[in-house]
């Protein structure tokens, strides 16, 4: 069985953020970049399905600048047995649609089983690749999928909602994306990180994969950086401390 799991290289969660006000675009040189956590437990989920099956293949795919070799890097160092990286410079600023058609291109070629992604990065906030994909390349998608079962010729796995839980399955070949329920990623140790320097990482363009320089179906119309937060409002009790109170929450429609 062979698994794909999707990788995307983002700015570190807990650095500062940016929008270029010029290109409409993140910053992405205003952070360190690191792969973003919600891959790494959608790597956990299939690298405990090698675990229990030594037969299994598990595949780290990126599309991304040349930086996100060490997204993939850090893949094979957690356990992944290869990596493919789509790199390609028209690539920079791809919207969904763009990034659907190129990644789905990708897995189409190298051949899977099933395809693990985050149920959404956390840069772009789009929670759709998952879905379009699945539609792409013709398989079934499971979505938001906290715990994951594979048994050879299906996957399952379970949907936390607002009123309980839901169990889905679907027939292999399929698309899953996992949440924060899944399982947190292991962290490499001294062996894995010395083994990845060894593992194939595979570099391919768009020109490999067949896929024509469309661009993005969708731009960005403007930016506007977030306005700074003004100076609070100093309430002096007088006697009429619950009156202003009120008057204040009322102006700015709180209540």
Do not use: C
């Not at 599309?63 to 290869?82: F, V």
């Not at 594979?150 to 292999?172: F, K, M, N, P």
């Not at 329920?181 to 060894?198: L, Q």
């Amino acid at each position: 069985m062979k698994i794909v799991v999707l990788v995307k290289q983002v700015p570190d969660t807990f650095g500062e953020r940016k929008l270029d006000t010029t290109t409409g675009l993140l910053d992405r040189d205003a952070s360190e970049p690191i792969i973003d956590e919600i891959n790494e437990r959608a790597l956990e989920a299939a690298l405990q399905q090698k675990d229990a099956d030594k037969s299994v293949e598990v595949v780290a795919l990126s599309m991304g600048p040349s930086s996100a070799t060490d997204a993939l890097r850090k893949a094979l160092a957690m356990g992944a047995d290869r990596a493919i990286h789509v790199l390609d410079d028209s690539l920079a600023g791809a919207d969904v649609a763009r990034t659907t058609a190129v990644i789905g291109a990708a897995v189409a070629s190298e051949g899977f089983d099933l395809v693990v992604a985050g149920n959404e990065s956390t840069d772009g906030r789009g929670g759709v690749l998952a879905s379009s994909l699945a539609e792409t390349l013709g398989v079934a998608a499971l979505t938001s999928i906290g715990e994951l079962t594979v048994d050879g010729t299906s996957v399952s796995g379970v949907r936390a909602t607002e009123y309980g839980t839901v169990t889905a399955r679907a027939d292999l070949p399929a698309v899953v994306s996992a949440t924060e329920r899944a399982p947190e990623g292991r962290f490499p140790n001294f062996k894995g990180i010395m083994t990845a320097k060894k593992k194939p990482l595979a570099t391919v363009t768009l020109a490999e994969l067949g896929v024509g320089d469309s661009g993005a179906r969708s731009t960005v119309v403007s930016v506007a950086e977030r306005p700074a937060r003004t100076a609070g409002v100093k309430i002096v009790d007088d006697g009429t401390a619950a009156t202003q109170l009120a008057e204040f929450l009322a102006s700015n429609r709180l209540i």
